[in-house]
């Protein structure tokens, strides 16, 4: 056991951290973005082959299950990432400003936080899952599996919620490598243990949801291994665990509103979910192919955005506002970049995309017209993302949280709501409802970034004394 630790120890041992206020702008994006882009990649490479060995060895039904469940782990995802954003943005912006006591105190208040959240998270999950599967319209050939797969999710949620509060506070002064290694692990354990469950002890859904938790907690041990024998001030301490009232209203003033953007927007996909649910079984198989490739497009924005809030949180801690938007007009720029060459592959060979996931012609046919139609909007998404994520890092969420609110559920519902009613059995209309409020969400953005400083929401201020706490 103890030469198990010690290998863990040493894959996480060492500082990593990266001062981003000083040195080139282009390499600190691209050497944080890259590795959390890989990171993203195995998650979504372990997600992916949870639906291929569902869609391929249990059934359609069991396809379908699996798919229509994502807007809901979304949500939890989601709402978490939301507060591991807030504690992200307050050390990074004390790390800039040099305040390593700060640094401490978040760390643990974060990790309090965390664990009192996995205990609320895991009961209410369960026992709310039978009344969201309803307001999905989930189709009585797919509840059986859907509820099974939720179920097991949630209940191991607590290794999901520890490794993303974890990877937050390293990428936070700078460390994306780290949470990258211990992804690749975790995609790894994943994908064998899918294997080994479905294909040689026959669990079916129940197998592929006990591989995906068992996979979490892994990389949850791993990120504590990490910040328990950290050489710098992100080193957490069990004792020391508590909660520092000053830095977790800090931490809630930014990471709420994250929080409750994503986890409302989510819940909002639940409704997009039944729209196309309406249309049946191989129309949902369709857009659960889509939304598997749909990632590998957002990924690299995604990624480049946190990069942009790390950089503005740590030169905004600094003072240094020139600086800090710069290195958002150069994370735009590699974000559209980037999208536009992903998005040229996936309008070429839509076919093949969707039947890696299921070969049934019908599922192939609204697969493909699904990416067609979606993907050249993707670039007003880069917009809004890196715009987001540069808002956040100077400690202004909520602005992004009113107008993605805005755009993604009042609007979008609005839209669905009247398009189902004047084109009725039309499925394309629906599907635009996404691109919709990227546009809206994207042009509001726009508007607000260039008309208000960054520095006007700075958490830490150049007067500001380190014992405010």
């Given at each position: 056991m103890s030469s198990v630790k010690q290998f863990f120890a040493r894959i996480a041992g060492g500082r990593g951290d990266v001062d981003m206020t000083e040195g080139s702008i282009v390499r600190h994006i691209l050497s944080f973005s890259l590795p959390l882009l890989l990171g993203y990649l195995f998650q979504q490479f372990y997600n992916t082959v949870d639906t291929w060995v569902v869609g391929n060895f249990v059934s359609n039904e069991a396809f379908s299950a699996v798919g229509t469940v994502s807007p809901i782990i979304n949500l939890l995802i989601g709402f978490f990432t939301g507060l591991a954003t807030g504690a992200g943005v307050v050390i990074s912006q004390y790390y800039g400003a040099g305040d390593e006591k700060k640094v401490s105190d978040t760390v643990h208040t974060a990790m309090a936080l965390t664990f009192l959240l996995a205990v609320v998270f895991t009961a209410a999950g369960i026992l709310m899952t039978p009344a969201m599967l309803s307001l999905m319209n989930t189709p009585e050939e797919s509840l059986p599996e859907a509820k099974t797969y939720l179920t097991i999710y949630f209940s191991g949620a607590v290794g999901l919620m520890i490794y993303n509060m974890g990877a937050g506070i390293l990428r936070a002064v700078g460390d994306s490598q780290k949470p990258f290694l211990f992804l690749i692990v975790s995609s790894l354990v994943n994908t064998g243990l899918d294997l080994l469950f479905v294909l040689v002890f026959h669990m079916g859904v129940a197998g592929v949801a006990y591989a995906t938790i068992i996979a979490q907690g892994i990389s949850a041990i791993l990120v504590l291994i990490t910040l328990a024998t950290a050489k710098n001030c992100v080193r957490y301490t069990f004792r020391k665990t508590r909660f520092v009232l000053?830095?977790?209203?800090?931490?809630?003033?930014?990471?709420?509103?994250?929080?409750?953007?994503?986890?409302?927007?989510?819940?909002?996909?639940?409704?997009?979910?039944?729209?196309?649910?309406?249309?049946?079984?191989?129309?949902?198989?369709?857009?659960?192919?889509?939304?598997?490739?749909?990632?590998?497009?957002?990924?690299?924005?995604?990624?480049?955005?946190?990069?942009?809030?790390?950089?503005?949180?740590?030169?905004?801690?600094?003072?240094?506002?020139?600086?800090?938007?710069?290195?958002?007009?150069?994370?735009?720029?590699?974000?559209?970049?980037?999208?536009?060459?992903?998005?040229?592959?996936?309008?070429?060979?839509?076919?093949?995309?969707?039947?890696?996931?299921?070969?049934?012609?019908?599922?192939?046919?609204?697969?493909?017209?699904?990416?067609?139609?979606?993907?050249?909007?993707?670039?007003?998404?880069?917009?809004?993302?890196?715009?987001?994520?540069?808002?956040?890092?100077?400690?202004?969420?909520?602005?992004?949280?009113?107008?993605?609110?805005?755009?993604?559920?009042?609007?979008?519902?609005?839209?669905?709501?009247?398009?189902?009613?004047?084109?009725?059995?039309?499925?394309?209309?629906?599907?635009?409802?996404?691109?919709?409020?990227?546009?809206?969400?994207?042009?509001?953005?726009?508007?607000?970034?260039?008309?208000?400083?960054?520095?006007?929401?700075?958490?830490?201020?150049?007067?500001?004394?380190?014992?405010?706490?």
């Open positions: 000053p830095t977790l209203r800090q931490i809630v003033t930014v990471g709420f509103p994250v929080a409750i953007q994503v986890a409302i927007t989510s819940f909002s996909n639940i409704f997009v979910q039944s729209y196309i649910n309406d249309f049946g079984t191989d129309c949902m198989s369709g857009w659960t192919a889509y939304s598997k490739i749909d990632p590998l497009i957002l990924l690299p924005m995604q990624s480049i955005a946190l990069a942009v809030t790390t950089f503005v949180g740590q030169n905004l801690g600094k003072g240094d506002e020139a600086r800090a938007k710069r290195g958002v007009s150069i994370g735009l720029f590699i974000s559209i970049l980037s999208a536009v060459i992903l998005m040229i592959p996936v309008l070429i060979f839509p076919e093949p995309l969707v039947a890696f996931f299921n070969d049934r012609s019908e599922v192939i046919a609204y697969g493909s017209l699904f990416l067609r139609w979606i993907s050249p909007f993707y670039v007003l998404c880069c917009v809004n993302q890196i715009y987001a994520g540069a808002l956040r890092g100077a400690g202004n969420s909520r602005v992004p949280m009113y107008v993605m609110l805005l755009s993604f559920v009042l609007f979008r519902q609005i839209y669905l709501f009247a398009f189902s009613r004047l084109l009725p059995g039309a499925v394309i209309p629906i599907a635009l409802g996404y691109p919709a409020g990227w546009l809206l969400c994207s042009a509001v953005l726009a508007i607000y970034y260039a008309k208000v400083p960054l520095s006007k929401k700075r958490l830490i201020r150049s007067d500001e004394k380190k014992d405010i706490a």
